[in-house]
């Protein structure tokens, strides 16, 4: 019976291929694409989901952009890269140049007191900064030039140029109108010295409900927000004069092309799939690879798709709360891993096309890589071994107990993941399989993307099935695994300070052989600890309409550029 399944599912495809009648888009020039998840909160303050993320840098610049194609980052709102100077032996200055033709949605020139002003905000006791924190706390004060207002210097801790541009520059004009940041320093916010002026502009902020609307704080991106229902769809409207038309020959980074871009919320992938063959979508990036695979061998939907898969940076992982009493110890961790078997699991979810790693280092970035650590292997005796040393014991009912007779600790789990995606339900299968076999109950706890999100912050969650990304240009962890960042972004809550010295040794150096060096050792250290496990790097999967032309894909998330599509036009009737 088992043979004939895969024959069965091939046959259910074929009819609903059949009953897939395309519905045109609303004009050739909007571009409508599947997002799994809602944004939730468009604060720039509170980026956190990647849907957000990606309606965030349409709507705002930032100074610089990641870019796989410049292996770097490339300038966006600055003329041209930054140059830096040396302070001292810890201490960095970086200079900027802003664009001459960029301009706010009034026609007022984007200058650098609107970049101190993002900075303050960024700092202002009484705002939600906490993530504005983990990952831009290492620029401490800004310099303006007194002689040119689109000039200014940064003085950053470490040597991580991309970070100190790779942030949403807010318009002051429209936050602080009166200017009353002005009178405040960077540092002193900091130092929070300015408690009177903090609170009234933090009251003043909030007031605005920037979570959920976003145009109240319009950005000097190329689009704004028209529509948004929440959990249903966004809807983005190209300007109609944007500051980038002026520019003769405007680079990658400052090309916006399509007039209406409509993010649909559909979580669940097969029903996704379903809408892009039916026309009530044209792009569908992340595609689980056995969707992928019948569109391709769907005669009717070659026709009217094309395909690309592309290595990315994104990486699926098991984290473990490790504040949690059963995975509080390191070898607790290291058993459950051996309860994953990554091979069958890249055959069964990605079916081949992905490939383990050691670490959160992408193997593909060779010098990086630590190949001297071993893959992680699927050993449940191992895992015996390996807990009996942490101190478990098998007890005559066959669960494990830890701790004293009168308070004892039941090795009992839960494994979270997002509904509707395939690959997390997989790996949360196999695990439980593997665990119930070894007396190790566990409860699978598939949830919606919001209510996950307020779970994992809340460190109600056990191992959490989940994709991380990340990018080969820039090498600070400070967000995802310092002691600084638990409970902000740190949802592990892993706090190890030789990790925290590692951390902060890489956001230091720029020399790529002591770089290499510091890596290597950081994955070492988090093979030890693991506070989670990485399973394997995937391939990303962009199924589009053939009626967009060329799609630019990317292996940074979410694996296209959306506002560089340039649809074709439709045929004449």
């Known amino acids: 019976m088992k043979q004939l399944l895969p024959g069965l599912i091939l046959l259910l495809w074929a009819s609903l291929c059949s009953s897939c009648s395309p519905t045109p888009a609303e004009t050739s020039s909007t571009i409508r694409i599947r997002w799994a998840r809602d944004p939730e909160n468009l604060d720039p303050l509170i980026v956190d989901n990647p849907s957000a993320n990606e309606t965030i840098n349409l709507l705002h610049c930032s100074l610089l952009q990641a870019s796989e194609a410049a292996r770097g980052y490339t300038p966006w709102l600055a003329a041209a890269m930054p140059t830096t100077q040396a302070l001292n032996d810890s201490l960095l200055l970086i200079t900027y140049q802003i664009r001459p033709e960029a301009t706010w949605d009034n ?52 040597q991580d140029v991309g970070t100190s541009g790779d942030y949403a520059i807010l318009p002051e004009y429209a936050l602080d109108p009166q200017g009353k940041l002005r009178t405040v320093s960077v540092p002193e916010l900091r130092r929070q010295q300015q408690p009177a002026l903090a609170a009234e502009f933090a009251r003043r902020y909030q007031s605005l409900e920037l979570a959920r609307h976003p145009e109240r704080a319009p950005g000097c991106g190329p689009y704004r927000l028209v529509k948004w229902q929440n959990g249903r769809s966004l809807t983005l409207q190209r300007k109609t004069s944007w500051w980038a038309d002026k520019l003769s020959a405007p680079p990658a980074v400052l090309q916006a092309f399509p007039e209406r871009l409509t993010f649909q919320v559909i979580p669940d992938a097969a029903t996704a799939t379903l809408a892009l063959r039916r026309g009530e979508l044209d792009l569908y990036s992340l595609m689980p690879a056995g969707e992928f695979a019948r569109l391709q061998q769907s005669a009717t939907d070659t026709q009217r798709l094309q395909f690309h898969t592309i290595d990315s940076y994104q990486f699926l992982t098991a984290s ?8 509080q110890n390191r070898l607790t961790r290291q058993a459950l891993t051996h309860l994953f078997n990554v091979p069958a699991l890249i055959q069964a979810s990605q079916q081949g096309a992905a490939y383990p790693s050691v670490s959160l280092i992408s193997p593909r970035l060779k010098p990086y890589y ?10 449940p005796a191992q895992a015996v071994q390996l807990l009996q040393q942490a101190g478990w014991q098998r007890s005559a009912t066959g669960s494990w107990l830890r701790g004293t007779t009168a308070q ?8 979270s993941y997002r509904a509707g995606e395939p690959s997390f339900e997989t790996a949360a299968l196999q695990f439980r399989a593997a665990a119930t076999a070894l007396g190790i109950p566990v409860e699978l706890r598939p949830t919606e ?36 960042s638990v409970g902000v972004s740190n949802f592990t809550g892993f706090s190890n300070p030789a990790a925290d010295n590692l951390i902060e040794q890489l956001v230091a150096t720029q020399q790529p052989a002591r770089k290499i060096i510091l890596l290597r050792r ?31 894909v990317t292996g940074l998330k979410p694996g296209y550029e959306a506002a560089r599509i340039r649809p074709l036009p439709l045929p004449v009737q």
């Open 449 to 484: 993307p919001s209510l996950l999100s307020r779970q994992v912050r809340a460190g109600e969650t056990d191992i959490l099935i989940n994709n991380l990304s990340g990018q080969p240009f820039s090498y600070d962890f400070t967000s995802l695994l310092h002691s600084s």
């Open 370 to 379: 630590n190949d001297s650590l071993p893959l992680p292997d699927f050993n």
């Open 408 to 415: 004892p600790v039941l090795l009992k789990l839960s494994v």
């Open 107 to 158: 026609g007022s020139p984007v200058l650098a007191r609107d970049v101190a002003f993002t900075l303050k905000v960024m700092n202002c006791p009484g705002l939600p900064i906490e993530i504005a924190q983990a990952h831009y706390g290492v620029i401490r004060d800004i310099r303006l030039d007194p002689q040119d207002s689109r000039r200014f210097t940064l003085v950053c801790v470490g």
């Open 522 to 552: 950081f994955q070492r250290l988090l093979a030890q600890e693991r506070p989670f496990t990485v399973l394997y790097f995937l391939k990303y999967r962009i199924a589009a309409t053939r009626r967009l032309g060329h799609i630019p």
């Open 320 to 327: 473990f709360n490790v504040r949690r009493p059963a995975l």
